[in-house]
């Protein structure tokens, strides 16, 4: 059974399901306009030079997640931070430290007192959430940083449970084990206080919450009662949960929603189908692509994933209607491959995965002014 997400169901009597379809890595134009200012006139010469800068493609430079040994691999950017939040190897190949990359440095989370953890977000105010092994062999928990002290969120009665996603209002997502035993049976959890709560499914035995936004509005994917192999992108609002449209599907995953509610995910028709990137907004599925995964966006409605073709995978930004290979817009990229990108900040920044001379690294993107 794919892996099951959380995504946030659109509440209305009737919900009409438009599908458009956009082509992948197509050549972008950037405005560098400020908003709300009127243009003064300008002189062709200076109107055929906007016109050229504007078609150039934006660039980012590169910074590597660094590792004490073996890898590293970035999960989120915290964007108001100006830092990312990942894993990275410690010691082997199996023992994992969750960390933090910013302009001090990288700062190590620690564990709940196991060998390994994992960082997966973190939000304005400085929390962290993510997944850390405890002192009992084999057990897994979501935790909580606050002021450098790791917090153990607890689960819904098994021995495993994961924090994906924090709003600013403190609000954790993510999904947790019922009993003891097994990955299974998990539901989608939502942590406002000490104790986490179980926010169910569409009927099936599974559900997964990914993202939150600042509206309490958290996207995820669950299973059905009558199709409980198959994966649906779903949406709680006020703890209600709505599927969303996917136009037949096979399975469907909601992996991210900004500020405006747009939800980021993808989904797949059939058995051995590529999947495809797409979009929820305002009532309708836009469809980014083929053979592509959108698993992240920001407030301005840029979208990050990855794309396979014959070449393997590639790191793809969404933004102004257009596809674009991210590996083409690095200026000092000699030795990266970019498989992943994994987040985007409303500043542009773009946090992923990928290899750096042959090993897997993850890697933070900053836009080059």
């Not at 306009?33 to 504007?54: H, I």
């Not at 910074?63 to 939040?85: D, H, K, M, N, Y």
């Not at 021995?159 to 994906?164: H, L, P, T, W």
């Amino acid at each position: 059974m794919p892996v099951l997400d959380r995504s946030f169901a659109i509440r209305e009597a009737s919900v009409r399901t438009v599908v458009v379809t956009l082509p992948l890595f197509a050549a972008c134009t950037v405005s560098n306009s400020p908003e709300g200012l009127a243009p003064s006139p300008a002189s062709s010469a200076e109107r055929a030079g906007d016109v050229a800068r504007n078609l150039l493609p934006r660039r980012y430079s590169i910074t590597e997640l660094p590792t004490a040994i073996g890898q590293s691999v970035a999960s989120r950017a915290i964007c108001a931070r100006r830092a990312a939040i990942g894993a990275r190897n410690v010691d082997s190949i199996n023992v994992e430290r969750a960390i933090v990359l910013d302009a001090n440095g990288v700062t190590q989370l620690g564990t709940l007192g196991g060998a390994s953890s994992h960082g997966r977000a973190g939000n304005a105010g400085g929390l962290l959430v993510g997944r850390s092994a405890t002192a009992v062999p084999g057990e897994n928990h979501a935790f909580l940083v606050r002021d450098g002290l790791m917090t153990d969120l607890g689960t819904l009665g098994g021995a495993f449970s994961d924090a994906f996603a924090i709003n600013n209002s403190d609000q954790i997502v993510g999904q947790s084990t019922l009993i003891t035993g097994g990955d299974v049976p998990s539901h989608a959890a939502l942590w406002e206080g000490c104790d986490p709560i179980d926010l169910g499914t569409l009927g099936g035995p599974e559900s997964f919450a990914r993202d939150i936004n600042d509206d309490g509005v958290i996207v995820g994917t669950s299973s059905k009662a009558e199709e409980a192999f198959r994966a649906h992108a779903v949406a709680w609002r006020a703890r209600v949960i709505e599927e969303l449209p996917a136009n037949g599907a096979l399975h469907s995953q909601a992996v991210a929603i900004n500020a405006g509610g747009t939800i980021a995910g993808f989904l797949t028709y059939g058995a051995g189908s590529p999947y495809h990137a797409v979009i929820w907004r305002d009532g309708a599925m836009i469809d980014l692509g083929s053979s592509a995964q959108a698993l992240c966006l920001n407030d301005r409605g840029d979208v990050v994933g990855h794309v396979v073709d014959a070449g393997g995978s590639h790191a793809f930004l969404y933004t102004n209607g257009e596809m674009l290979q991210l590996q083409l817009l690095v200026d000092n990229a000699m030795g990266w491959t970019l498989t992943q990108a994994n987040d985007v900040c409303n500043d542009g920044r773009i946090v992923g995965n990928g290899t750096f001379n042959g090993s897997q690294r993850g890697f933070v993107l900053t836009p080059v002014p």
